[in-house]
């Protein structure tokens, strides 16, 4: 199945554009320039390195601030074998209290995309999608990883490729019996883990999917726990708009 994709624009100069009240989704602004912009009232979710605001580095004071909200945080950028434990232990812990949380609501509930970002199920399978990419098919060089209820962003222009089934329609307790077995595989992973093995580099297999390039068995995991608490902070937003609405 094929994505449509909006106008591509690279290098382009865009003059006194009127984007009020737009909505950009998974825009990339890959070394873009924006001068005298205008951000009054602006709402921006984004990966943030090397961006620049009136001069002022941004990523390291919105983590900072991240940081100062959710004091346990931290615990992602661990970097040895105890530490990563304890980490996983944080994403399983907030996890299971988010589940708790949405199991409150009607089952369809679960299936209702706020603000046209995905639904409580939806992010939960592309949480089994970043668990397949980044430890099946690069920490344990898996060549075909990943399960076909897995969910991937509109870049992905041709999941069945990857052997992904974009109509499936799978329950809430059937998603969550999948993301049992891989939040049981990341922990098995970690539990296994030397100081050694983190350093390793993993290289992608030749088959399709995600990532392309080599990455540390400590980046991989990075990444994974990152995924799981951003969308976690994404699920726990959006359930918040859903209880007041069943309410």
Known sequence: MAYDKGPSMPGARIEDADFSGARLHAPNFEGAKVTDGWFVGADISADIEGLRLNGVEVAPLVLAELERMYPDRVKLRATDPAELADA???????????????????????????????SFAETLRHLVMATDCWLRRMVKGMERPFHPWGLAGSW????????????????????????????????????????????????????????????????????????????????????????SHTS
């Open 156 to 243: 992905l222009s041709d999941p069945a490729s990857w052997g992904l089934d974009t109509s499936a329609k799978p329950s809430l307790d059937e998603i969550l019996a999948v993301r049992r077995e891989r939040m049981d595989e990341v922990r098995q992973t970690i539990l296994a883990l030397t100081p050694a093995e983190l350093e390793r580099i993993c290289q992608p297999p030749a088959g399709p999917g995600h990532p392309r390039e080599p990455h540390s068995v400590l980046q991989c995991l990075h990444v994974i726990l990152n995924e799981e608490w951003e969308h976690n902070r994404y699920a726990e937003r959006d359930l918040a708009t859903l209880e």
């Open 88 to 118: 996983w232990d944080l994403v399983e812990d907030i996890w299971q209290r988010t589940v708790d949380r949405a199991r409150t609501l009607p089952e369809q509930a679960v299936h209702v995309r706020v603000d046209d970002e995905w």
